[in-house]
C-alpha cells in the first residue's frame, strides 16, 4: 500500500506524450497524483504500452498511481505528482 502521507517531495505536472513524470532527483518517484481541477487523465505506466483513462475525477482527488506519462489528452488541471522514496 502506498503511503501518501509521506510524500517526500511534489512537483507540479506538465502534460507530455514524451517527457516522464520522472522524480525530482535520484531516487524518488511518482507514487501518487494530487488532481486540484476537473476532467480526466489519460496515463501510460512503466509496465506497459498501453495509456489508461482515469474519467470524471473529482477536483481534490489524491490518485495512488505512479505513471511514467500523464499524455497530451488529459483535460485534468492544476495536477501535482506527490513522489516517495523508490524502493523497487
Avoid: Q
Avoid at 505506466?45 to 483513462?53: C, I, K, Q, S, Y
Avoid at 481534490?60 to 483535460?75: H, N
Amino acid at each position: 500500500m502506498i503511503d501518501i502521507a509521506t510524500a517526500s517531495d511534489a512537483r507540479v505536472i506538465a502534460k507530455s506524450d514524451t517527457v516522464p513524470v520522472a522524480g525530482p532527483v535520484a531516487g524518488l518517484r511518482c507514487n501518487a497524483i494530487y488532481v486540484g481541477g476537473t476532467g480526466h487523465i489519460t496515463a501510460k505506466f512503466r509496465a506497459g504500452e498501453a495509456t489508461v483513462l482515469f474519467s470524471a475525477i473529482p477536483v481534490g482527488t489524491i490518485l495512488p498511481i505512479g505513471p511514467e506519462f500523464i499524455m497530451d489528452a488529459t483535460t485534468a488541471t492544476l495536477m501535482v505528482a506527490l513522489y516517495s522514496v523508490d524502493r523497487i
